[in-house]
């Protein structure tokens, strides 16, 4: 069977209670090369991407509403929320996942202009793993479609 066609490590997404403080420690210890910042009404979040000099991206996220996210935090705290990975084809990706019966979960493929999937953390050792694949070109450190940019 033909292996799914994964880029790469894309990020890695921390949930928090508040984002600002948490942030703020992150950019005291850590050496920031940009930022983008928004909110996504369809999750009921505020996102901030903090992009490390040698590329990886850290995404912290808050509930700002009701809504999945929320529960996660309700149920699980703060912590890791997901380890995302950005596929060459989608949908070769998609179906490897289905043809291995794994439990796809949150299939959505245009959500702010990202095609993506998750694979349930039952079948990922306990972690919520996102793969991905940009719509569109992207514009670097923004996330777009329905997700508000605030960009600094």
């Known amino acids: 069977m033909k292996q799914p066609s994964i880029l790469s490590f894309h990020h890695v997404g921390v949930l928090v209670r508040d984002i600002d403080t948490v942030a703020d420690r992150y950019r005291t ?24 000099i040698n590329r990886p991206i850290v995404e912290f996220i808050s509930p700002v509403g009701n809504g999945p996210v929320r529960t996660w935090l309700e149920t699980h705290g703060e912590g890791l929320h997901h380890i995302s990975f ?3 084809d989608f949908d070769l990706a998609l179906q490897h ?10 299939l959505d493929r245009d959500h702010g202009g990202w095609s993506e999937f998750f694979l349930s953390p ?9 793969v991905g694949r940009a719509n569109r070109d992207p514009v ?3 996330r777009g479609g329905d997700r508000t940019d605030a960009s600094h």
């Not at 210890?29 to 996102?47: F, M, P, Q, T, V």
């Open 29 to 52: 210890l850590l050496a920031i090369a940009s930022e983008s910042s928004g909110y996504d009404r369809k999750l009921g979040i505020r996102w901030l991407w903090l992009t490390l």
């Open 86 to 88: 950005e596929a060459i």
């Open 97 to 106: 996942m289905h043809q291995l019966q794994a439990t796809v979960i949150g």
């Open 122 to 130: 039952g079948d990922m050792g306990g972690v919520l793993i996102q």
């Open 140 to 142: 670097p450190g923004r």
